[in-house]
């Protein structure tokens, strides 16, 4: 466990283009016209390479796993993939990414609030799409914790299974890519806006869990490995290609008990750092 957490923090862009009248309609007219693809094309380009250095440089990345590693483009710097450790211990869930947590409870009639915004199940899963019964997935989680892990721009951006077990498939959503900063979710209902992938995890030792990743400004993709499979606790489910971007899971009712100190920082309506792998709450 890191020790550590971050007050919330917003860049001076994102200050602007969603803390003011004119910077709203400036990021309505940027996302009207695909500059994020736009963006997201040029950072896939070789041209991006030069970008490198000074991003490492300016955000104090340690690059001590890849010192003789050649990157074709910033996005393949990006989604570099290294070895990770994990907390193997059965009865301890564990971070999916390198991340900043947060933590809401689900209430009885299947709603959350996340910065002022009120969210249901249905908003996160929209089942009609996929022909699902919407009342399965709500009472699976009614009750239970929602646990928002938010990713920067500088954190790792492969994402692991936080137990083991089997999953159903993959549910793709077509959405925006507002940013995930902040001051971005007070102001926008983005979790359900953005572009989104979810599956349902039957694990071992944590029962039904929701996973979805959620994309945010100038990501492109949502990578995942499987679709239908078994997988193993911190085997790597997939990446996010460019930028920020977060991961939700929902846990039922009574399934882990949070570490004290998550627990604490997190009721107090702060971010937590974690870690890939690290350990975040026990079985109860």
Known sequence: MSGTYKKNSNDASVRFLYGTS??????????KLHVPALLGCILRSPVSRFYIPSFIKKNGIDMSD?????FKSFNDFF????EISFDSE??????????LLSVYKITEDSKFHIKGF?????????????NIENNNIEKSFIGGLCLVFRLCATDYHRY?????????GNHFIQGSLYS???LAAENFRLYTKNRRSWTILNTENFGTIAQIEIGAFSVGGIQNHYDEASFKKGEEKGYFDLHGSTIVLLLQKDS???????????DSGEEYRVKIGDCVATKK
């Open 256 to 266: 882990v008990k949070l570490l004290d100190e998550i627990k604490k920082v997190t």
């Open 66 to 70: 890849f010192k003789d590693v050649k």
């Open 160 to 168: 692991c299974y936080v137990d083991s077990g089997t999953q159903n």
């Open 79 to 82: 989604t570099r993939k290294k």
């Open 118 to 130: 009120d969210y249901t199940l249905t908003d996160f899963f929209e089942p009609s799409r996929f």
């Open 22 to 31: 004119l910077g709203r309609i400036l990021l309505h007219v940027v996302l």
């Open 90 to 99: 059965p009865n301890h869930l564990i971070s999916p990414a390198d991340s």
């Open 180 to 182: 995930v900063q902040p």
